[in-house]
């Protein structure tokens, strides 16, 4: 589903990604791991189209999407969900218009379609009856919840998730991990997260990468990774702050 070929990415004297490989089976949960500041959201921003590489391939769906115009893109972006970091709501909106917003501008849909369409997104995520309620009325966990509602609106074929658990107390990132693991399972997306929350990694992912100093050292499943002899793996799994691990 996604083949990324020898990514490139650097902001002036900085290289963030120094030759990333990894490709990402259709139907899959693909979690990246990695310290903070190590590139995975640059990483998850090219997938995108929200970024251009220097050097590299991505390819989707045997498209090669680093070569499309920006016409082309925003066609091509309409396989995509994500969920940002901070849900990214808009605040004068309410809840129905947040996961209307995309709908609204980019089908032809008329308003009742997409008010079903608004209702089903939030079911699907346990929210009933929020539609009129603000961002400023939810809790962090409903906002991700609102967040992946609009996402998942579009029916997406991939879901990019960017941090979904940060800020969330520990009953509320598991409670969105579920969710990512039901979509997986009633929608068939392919999801690429982008974590480092190793208990979140453990229980979504089919394969766990592990990006670092640019590169991708080493993929395998869950217990592939939590086996794993690299001594730079083992530190980042076990939080430990001795050792090698570089700060960009």
């Known amino acids: ?145 609102v967040g992946l509602a609009r996402a998942i609106a579009y029916q997406p074929e991939i879901m990019l998730y960017d941090e979904p658990s940060t800020g969330l107390d520990p009953i509320r990132a598991d409670a969105i991990n579920d969710l990512i693991n039901m979509l997986k399972r009633d929608m068939g997306v392919t999801s690429v997260v982008i974590t480092h929350d190793m208990a979140s990694s453990f229980k979504i992912a089919d394969r766990i990468a592990m990006l670092y100093e640019g590169v991708i050292i080493e993929v395998g499943t869950p217990d592939e990774i939590r086996n794993s002899r690299s001594p730079i793996v083992q530190q980042f799994i076990h939080g430990e702050s001795q050792g090698p691990i570089k700060t960009w």
């Open 1 to 145: 589903m996604i083949r990324i070929v020898n990514l490139q990415k650097s902001f002036g004297d900085n290289q963030v990604l120094g030759g990333v490989n990894l490709e990402i089976v259709k139907g899959e949960t693909m979690v990246v791991i990695g310290q903070s500041g190590s590139g995975k959201s640059v990483l998850l921003k090219h997938i995108i189209g929200l970024l251009k590489p220097d050097l590299g391939e991505i390819w989707i769906g045997g498209i090669e999407v680093t070569k499309l115009d920006e016409d082309e893109l925003q066609q091509f972006t309409g396989k995509f969900g994500m969920l940002f970091q901070g849900a990214a709501l808009f605040d004068s909106m309410t809840v129905a218009e947040n996961v209307a917003f995309g709908l609204e501008r980019h089908t032809d849909f008329p308003p009742e379609e997409i008010c079903a369409i608004v209702r089903e997104s939030l079911s699907r995520v346990g929210l009933h009856g929020v539609e009129d309620m603000m961002p400023f009325e939810l809790s962090g966990g409903m906002k991700k919840r």
